[in-house]
């Protein structure tokens, strides 16, 4: 079965640290771009980051400078690694990646990770 697993969310202090991961799994011949999303309750859903299969990379104006995403090709991993966290940032983070299998492309997320700012 083919999916994204999400990792590494949790509760962190204002101006701390944290680091995602989202790993696929299952028989995937090949990934394009992968991205995070975020979403907080009330709100809609946005486009943190992108990272394209040359690792070309996009980020909102809001987490520029703070967060950067990579990814892992021989390990079908992308990361999000997000520092000077604010307590705007609290939401839940869902993995997003065009997957080809079953010889077509899949639009394919996560089950998302909670990131709770507070102190």
């Known amino acids: 079965q083919v999916q994204l697993v999400e990792s590494g969310g949790g509760l962190v202090q204002p101006g701390g640290s944290l680091r995602l991961s989202c790993a696929a799994s299952?028989?995937?011949?090949?990934?394009?771009?992968m991205r995070w999303f975020r979403q907080a309750p009330g709100k809609e859903r946005e486009l943190v980051a992108r990272?394209?299969?040359?690792?070309?990379?996009n980020y909102a104006d809001s987490v520029k400078g703070r967060f950067t995403i990579s990814r892992d090709n021989a390990k079908n991993t992308v990361y999000l690694q997000m520092n000077s966290l604010k307590p705007e940032d609290t939401a839940g983070y869902y993995c997003?990646?065009?997957?080809?299998?079953?010889?077509?492309?899949?639009?394919?997320w996560g089950q998302g990770t909670q990131v709770t700012v507070s102190s």
């Open positions: 299952g028989s995937i011949f090949s990934i394009n771009a």
């Open positions: 997003n990646a065009y997957l080809f299998y079953a010889s077509r492309w899949h639009d394919v």
């Open positions: 990272i394209s299969s040359s690792g070309i990379t």
